[in-house]
Structures are given as structure tokens and as C-alpha cells.
């Protein structure tokens, strides 16, 4: 049973920045399509950012330019760099994988929580001043 476990959530000031450390146990991040999603309070929960099996790399539009979604294959740990972070950045940020087919090349596919299989518990990210 892969597991995934997030961290590096926390309290930040508007402008500060978090990484956030996603580790897979169980089973390889190499075979999937691996994100991170947010939910904000009162809000669904949505696609932030994901990396495709070839490597590409998808943002939504509010955090292009801020963030930024890196994997470490020998620590099998997906991470999430966030800069210029602002207070609607605040929520609880998954971890996720999914099984996306390279023919997809489209941000809404890969940014889409219902396609995502597996989830970590969240860690929660506080923008505030």
C-alpha cells in the first residue's frame, strides 16, 4: 500500500516562502503523475501543480511564477517550492498521484482531483501577517 506523507506546512508572513516535502513509501512516485492540490477554506479543492511522467510541468494560474514542483528519485519525495506566497494561498495542501496517460498535455487534465488515486493527509499552509 503506497503511502504518502506531507510536510512542511506551517504559519508564513505574505512575501515568505514554504517547501513543502511529499514521501512516498510503499511503492515509486516514477510510475505516475504526481501533484500537489489545495484546499482552501470553504472552497473545493484544486489543482496547484503537477509534474506528468515525462517531466512536464503544470500550474494554475495563480501560482505560475511563484511555484514550483520538483521530485528527488532516490528519496522517492515530491516537493513543492512556494515563493511570494500570499494570503490566498492559505489552506491544506495533498499530496496526490494518479495514473495520467502521456498523451494528456492539457493543465486541466493533470490539475483535476478526480483523477488523482492516492492522497496524503495534507499539511496545512497559513498565510497571514
Known amino acids: 500500500q503506497l503511502q504518502l506523507v506531507e510536510s512542511g506546512g506551517g504559519l508564513v508572513q505574505p512575501g515568505g516562502s514554504l517547501t513543502l516535502s511529499c514521501v512516498a513509501s510503499g511503492g515509486s512516485l516514477d510510475y505516475y503523475a504526481t501533484g500537489w492540490f489545495r484546499q482552501a477554506p470553504g472552497k473545493a479543492r484544486e489543482g496547484i501543480s503537477c509534474?506528468?511522467?515525462?517531466?512536464?510541468?503544470y500550474y494554475t494560474d495563480s501560482v505560475k511564477g511563484r511555484f514550483s514542483i520538483s521530485r528527488d528519485n532516490n528519496k522517492n519525495t515530491l516537493y513543492l517550492q512556494m515563493n511570494s506566497l500570499k494570503p490566498e494561498d492559505t489552506g491544506v495542501y495533498y499530496c496526490a498521484l494518479g495514473f495520467i496517460s502521456r498523451a494528456a498535455t492539457d493543465a486541466a487534465t493533470y490539475l483535476d482531483p478526480d483523477v488523482m488515486e492516492s492522497w496524503g493527509k495534507g499539511t496545512l499552509v497559513t498565510v497571514s501577517s
Open positions: 509534474l506528468s511522467l515525462d517531466g512536464n510541468e
